[in-house]
């Protein structure tokens, strides 16, 4: 592609094009990153990115370069420079757009393959794909244009919406509903059973888990990652939230919409948790919390009891953010003080 | 079902009927949660419930209540509401009984598949199930009742007692041994080799992992849960022992009977974990490390040093549950006490 | 095999036999632990044990031991005992040739299962073994030797080199490139798509990932863990580098040769781990660090900036292990140092 057509496709999304130069119009052939970036290449800068990445624009191999407007100290790099460019409001975006440009998926319908077992009473809508080996239970939907990859078991009574793209060797358990254009990553787990066992004095008694979960439209879910069905009622992921990898959601949670949740976080039983909630890697919520709208916790927090909209939280129990950076850098000075203590305290006694 | 039929029911299970009130004698069709329960619902309210759950048995759309007894307060409710109600010594396992009279198991025996593959010399007991694309190896042994669902793959040499629930895309290496009643959910990895790799001057000399695994009669085993087998000797589960999802089991551990392991916890090889454990979500137990009978450790503690039984843990390292409250409700004051230091210092140095 | 034999072949190995004594010769059998070996077993005691597993030799079942040598309290033990011993350099190396003689593993090319279902233009070496229901997608290469178990799913586009050992249900994505004597454990997931969504006012826009995971020689991949790819380049994973069960890593990681990383690990995108690099259970490591090699991180630990070559560090965020020890010893007296203040500032302010 050359970069001429570049610039014009870009000019059509949601990156917000503000200046460019076509001098050289190299034929972009592939994307790299800054630093690795060679001839043929395009690469991007992100906004707000530090001195040592920004400066690496003045040697950067590529042969075009989307980088963020609005800032001087880029512009003053780039009037100075051969190769060609863009100016970007979001050049991160730009930079997403590109990829889909120059790398177009490679899904492809290729039908349903003669080893996949398809159970009675299953509809299937046009241009679905299922792949080898795959299992699809009874009574179960799958709308138009999704892809179902080999291996993967779908239990019975599942619906699963249009555009979905469901990984190898993923389960779908019964009673499960996907919307559409959800994304189930390589041996995800969706309406696994619950973990609730009341203790009794003849051992644990298992509360069955009769409820369902529900993912709604663009929620996608990591590798290897668990969401389970409650006892009664539903779990629920909302619209474009995003899962990583090898996240546990236990049994009625219910999430709002684009939250972004980091690999190994897990969500305990019944925890509710806001729109645009980011949770970062190892983070854990406990049983029933509510974290409001827009909470973000950086990795490792433990959230134990509920967390306002807004809020910025970290560590174990959760606290403010700013706070637990300041205890933190207390924290290795622990020896110090209880030094200063017992040498105040010798002083006062004597 | 009639609301009589339910008390009936229950009368004969494990959960205390001590009153009830058949007035309307409503049809049960579904359970739900006390705060979603709708007309023709069932619903339970928990005992020592807090006070805000309590008063819902006032609002509560539900049709029936299953309601802990010897509570006055809530007492003083039923003999005023309209609704019909049981009283339990426990109104929890009443609720499980419940749902496992309204939501009787779907399971049911289909068969062998005919696309699941069969090794040589294996024994199957009757009414075993064995779904699509499953593969079970030579010498592998299947005991009545046993439900091996979709694409679960079994090594050789297995033995597998009766009535085992073992679920999609689930894999259980050579040489395991699963007791009666166990359940296997999906993509759990059974008799996985241990992490063993001894240093040497020319990188990584494997220890061959040429033990096996045993899990006892109604051990359940979570989604994506790993349980590797030693290098010598066994690793076990004990008896009852439930495993929820992404939850690590080292070579070479061994647990007691009853224990609860909460999702995402880990267990380095060659733990000795009691009988009655509890290990809340995410908690990690060190290699070789002994945890008493009955020992509860909160979500996120560390156990590295051997706990005696019954002891209440929290934090990393573990220390007792209590101290650890008070610890890090002062971890939060950590900025304020290094201040008060300092000016006790600098008024001390005058 | 008699004792003799265990002999002969530990002198051809890599353990360094300083001494023995062939006076029984017994049949050994089987292989155990030293607190759990048997007549006919044999076992080892490990350098630098403890004093209580020492003593064990005195009153050891085991028909042979694998002693360390340099060490006078055993070898005053073994003067005086009846049972037959090989004093070695290293005797966990012995243990481990000795398991690889005893138990000569089974796995044999069992050739290509009839319900396989392999690709267009997929090449296959000499002795590869494919199991049933296994999936080999379109332009893959597997090298001779290499066993694939049933269930796995390999997509399209992927080069899988010699004497590879993938067991069943891993699922290894487009474009991902295994070297030779590689392991990739069940249910593990290869080249799955990195976890990148640039936020923006219409929601998440998905960052496509178009790289790709490479897996040195020698790699071994526990169960459930997941490898992401990155969105431009390469996911590296270092010769010789041993990943346990549970493990993320991110897309655009590249780690070192001859690094071990215990179950639960989690390594956010791009980081760049060193050679000899060894994580405990449950650590993360924040994106884009670096770690230095030989850098050892306690379990729980948290790294989220860089660490310098050759440092031990735990807690979260990282520091010295050393002074994170001291700093959570005083951590459990933070009740005191808080009342401590408050009575220095009492009587201070008088």
């Not at 407007?69 to 190769?83: M, P, Q, S």
């Not at 699963?160 to 041996?187: F, M, R």
């Amino acid at each position: 592609m050359q970069f001429n057509e570049i610039v014009e496709k870009l000019k059509e999304g949601q990156s917000g094009v503000v200046d460019f130069k076509i001098k050289n119009n190299p034929a972009i052939l592939t994307a790299a990153s800054l630093e690795k970036a060679k001839e043929n290449d395009i690469t991007f800068l992100d906004t707000n990115s530090p001195l040592n990445l920004k400066n690496l624009i003045k040697t950067s191999e590529a042969s075009a370069l989307l980088l963020p407007a609005n800032d001087n100290y880029v512009y003053e790099i780039v009037k100075k420079i051969a190769v060609d460019w863009i100016l970007l409001k979001d050049p991160k975006i730009a930079f997403a757009e590109t990829l889909d440009f120059l790398y177009p998926s490679e899904i492809e319908s290729e039908g349903i393959h003669k080893s996949a077992v398809i159970g009675e009473n299953v509809k299937i809508g046009l241009g679905v794909s299922i792949g080898a080996n795959a299992c699809i239970g009874d009574n179960t939907e799958i709308g138009a244009g999704t892809i179902v990859h080999a291996g993967v078991v779908v239990y019975k009574n599942v619906r699963i919406g249009a555009k979905n793209l469901i990984h190898a060797n993923s389960v779908i358990h019964s009673g499960s509903t996907l919307g559409d254009e959800c994304v189930i990553n390589a041996n995800a787990v969706i309406g696994g059973e619950g973990f609730g066992f009341v203790p009794t004095s003849y051992g644990w008694k298992k509360m069955p888990q009769v409820g369902i979960v529900i993912l709604k439209n663009k929620v996608e879910v990591g590798s290897g990652s668990t969401i389970d069905r409650p006892s009664v009622g539903k779990t629920i992921i909302g619209e474009d939230t995003k899962i990583d990898n090898l996240v546990q959601i236990g049994h009625g949670v219910t999430t709002g919409k684009g939250c972004a949740m980091a690999a190994q976080v897990g969500i305990a039983g019944g925890a509710e948790i806001g729109d645009g909630v980011i949770l970062a890697g190892q983070v854990g919520v406990s049983n029933k919390v509510k974290v409001g709208d827009r909470v973000i916790a950086s990795s490792k927090t433990g959230i134990v009891s509920n967390i306002e909209a807004g809020k910025v939280v970290s560590g174990f129990p959760a606290i403010p953010n700013k706070l637990w950076l300041r205890c933190s850098a207390n924290f290795k000075k622990l020896p110090e003080m209880a030094k200063a203590i017992r040498q105040l305290d010798r002083r006062n006694s004597r």
